[in-house]
């Protein structure tokens, strides 16, 4: 997936400079590229500015250009991570009047595993504070989508219980990722399927009166 900065208005906040030919934008997807390889490697307080532009065979200069510093790239991290889920989302929030819980906690948890293997970084990330400024409205952004798909599984939700379904389907899905991910491979799968069961009984409880 190539991620073109210049298209994302939050990366001007934490870019020095931002691209306007394609050919830019692609020297900045391998400058993420490397620094994802990087800290899921070593971490994010091992990896250094020097190490992502060795990786990325640029000048120390080059990688300047774009971020000004290691916060500056974290934070352009957690945009693509964001995007990714965001693209990912639409489509299962679009039809999810039409879906079953089971349906739909199948397709959330299959969504965070392919997440999680194209976004390596994401858990030496997520174990650190790195500061990135976010209007509370495209906080809540998610929650309201998928609030306005509960409600239009099951009408006879309101919107403040459909808001409240969504939060804690959010908060299942966070809590399936701290699991997940430290786990060894050969165990990943099992612990996949029992979220889905968990998540499943409990959207069934609240969209379809305990029918799955």
Known sequence: MWYYVSMSSDLSIVNRRVPQQLRASLRVNT??????ELIAEV?????TMTAIAE???ASIGSVYQYFRDKEAVAQALTVRSRDYIDSHLEPLISEAAHLSANEIA???IDLMVGFYANHPEYLPLSEVRVKFPRKQED???LRNRMADAFTANNPALTHDEAWLTGNVALQIV???GALYIPAEPAVRTGIAAEFKSALGAYLATRLTGGKS
């Open 31 to 36: 400058f993420l590229d490397s620094a994802a």
């Open 43 to 47: 971490g994010y307080e091992a990896a």
């Open 55 to 57: 990786r990325s065979n």
């Open 106 to 108: 199948i397709r959330l």
């Open 139 to 141: 906080r809540n952004g």
């Open 174 to 176: 966070k809590g399936f």
